[in-house]
């Protein structure tokens, strides 16, 4: 099994070393020929217009196209905003692959970060979370599955073989939302 980060901006490393911790082979993707032969992709956090922009074109289509075709994906923070169908503020989505709306920068601006403990569906009620300029899911299409909340508001969901998390795992050193993906892929 060979798992992706898309390496273009933001927590790429940290990604890849949760993944190297749970003895997985990775690759860090940064050009569309890099999709070939993976069996999933992470899509990190930092800064969603920035990711957006580097992969115009070749890859972002390339993206698109491997979401369609059923490459399982996680997105984290600016990897939700790239995977959701709807984003405030946007036209049209970046990759559009989960029905979902996001609002960007929902939790407020980088003074306002925090961490804080979820209750992860299928994972565990004692889940860290480090939320930076997080985005907040608005709306989940009917297929949706809702996964945590904070403060009442859905900060990860899944749909098919599509994975969000308004958070950052990957800043936690606990494993339990990387092993949930993994064994998605593993099960896809």
């Known amino acids: 099994m060979k798992i992706g980060v898309l390496g273009l901006q933001g927590a790429v490393r940290e990604h890849a070393n949760a993944l190297a911790s749970l003895g997985v082979a990775t690759i860090i993707v940064k050009e569309a020929a890099e999709l070939a032969g993976l069996d999933g992709l992470i899509l990190p956090g930092g800064e969603s217009t920035a990711m957006a922009l580097l992969a115009e074109g070749g890859l972002l289509d390339a993206l698109r196209t491997?979401?369609?075709?059923?490459?399982?994906?996680?997105?984290t923070c600016a990897g939700m905003i790239l995977l959701a169908r709807d984003v405030a503020g946007r036209e049209e989505p970046h990759i559009g692959a989960i029905d979902l709306s996001v609002a960007r920068n929902a939790s407020g601006r980088q003074v306002h970060s925090f961490e804080t403990v979820l209750d992860v569906?299928?994972?565990?009620s004692d889940v860290p979370a480090v939320f930076i300029r997080a985005p907040y899911i608005t709306r989940v299409g009917p297929n949706v599955r809702v996964l945590a909340r904070h403060d009442g508001v859905a900060v990860m969901a899944e749909e098919g073989k599509i994975l969000v998390a308004s958070f950052h795992p990957e800043l936690t050193g606990d494993l339990r939302i990387h092993r949930a993906f993994v064994q998605r892929v593993q099960s896809a």
Do not use: K, Q
């Open 66 to 75: 491997a979401a369609r075709e059923g490459l399982p994906m996680f997105g």
């Open 121 to 124: 569906a299928r994972v565990g």
